[in-house]
């Protein structure tokens, strides 16, 4: 079977694949719909590795202040939530809590940018024997 994708969706898969190979991006061969392939980048959760990979010089203005904007409260979002996530480590240590990070709390260390893994919460694997202790932790007391 043959499948068929438009040039956005075929520039997509190139972006894609030069963020995660951390290559140079060249320019589009030709008119591309960039609204589309944000769209396209929203739609497979990938924005963020959109904004970090593409180089400001072959974008459109408006997509260019568009992923600027992203890439700047990303990357307050990314501070707050490492700072986050080292008090709590240092919490978890201290109560003498094992732990360990898991999924993309450890997978963001793969990417050329950290930013480029789009991230919501950390997951974390704990000690079962010292539950009690975490839950206090967790609620302030």
Do not use: C
Request: glycine residues 4%.
């Amino acid at each position: 079977m043959s499948v068929y994708f438009d040039r956005e969706t075929e520039y997509f898969f190139y972006i894609v694949k030069s963020a995660i190979n951390n290559t140079k991006i060249a320019p589009p061969a030709d008119t591309i719909d960039w609204d589309r392939i944000i769209k396209i980048s929203e739609k497979q959760d990938v924005f963020g590795l959109l904004a970090g990979a593409v180089p400001n010089e072959i974008l459109p203005d408006k997509t260019k202040t568009e992923l600027n904007n992203y890439e700047k409260s990303q990357i307050v979002h990314m501070i707050s939530m490492n700072n986050e996530l080292a008090k709590i480590e240092k919490e978890l240590e201290a109560l003498g809590i094992r732990f360990m990070l898991l999924k993309g709390a450890r997978i963001r260390e793969f990417y050329p940018k950290q930013m480029m893994r789009q991230m919501s919460d950390f997951d974390i694997m704990y000690d079962i024997e010292n539950k009690d202790k975490l839950i206090q932790m967790m609620n302030g007391n």
